[in-house]
């Protein structure tokens, strides 16, 4: 199924996540499993998160210490749904699997 995600930017051009195990480079067109990192101030919830829309009103995309994000629209699989406010995008997949197709 189609989806976006809101990825880091680096200056080098590699892409991460944005919060949870930021340092993992990801490549795209790779399917990748996802993976549980219990990280401190965050709920715990497996999987690769995504939205239905590439919106998260919540999260800019330029941060003030020159930080950049970018959307990408990916592939998931075996996901669930979670319903999230609509300042958090709306509804989230928790996906186990995801590939990454191209930067929208």
């Not at 790779?30 to 829309?53: D, I, L, Q, V, Y």
Request: hydrophobic share 35%; with cysteine.
């Amino acid at each position: 199924m189609k989806a976006y995600k809101l990825f880091r930017v680096l200056k080098n051009g590699d892409i991460t996540p944005l919060f949870i195990n930021k340092n993992k480079v990801l490549k795209i067109g790779e399917w990748m499993p996802s993976e549980n990192h219990p990280t401190k101030g965050f709920k715990e919830r497996k999987g690769w998160h995504c939205t239905a829309e590439p919106k998260a009103p919540h999260l800019k995309l330029k941060l003030a210490n020159g930080t950049i994000r970018a959307w990408y629209q990916v592939e998931i699989e075996d996901f669930k749904t979670e319903n999230r406010p609509k300042t958090q995008g709306g509804v989230w997949y928790l996906a186990d699997n995801m590939r990454i197709i191209k930067k929208i």
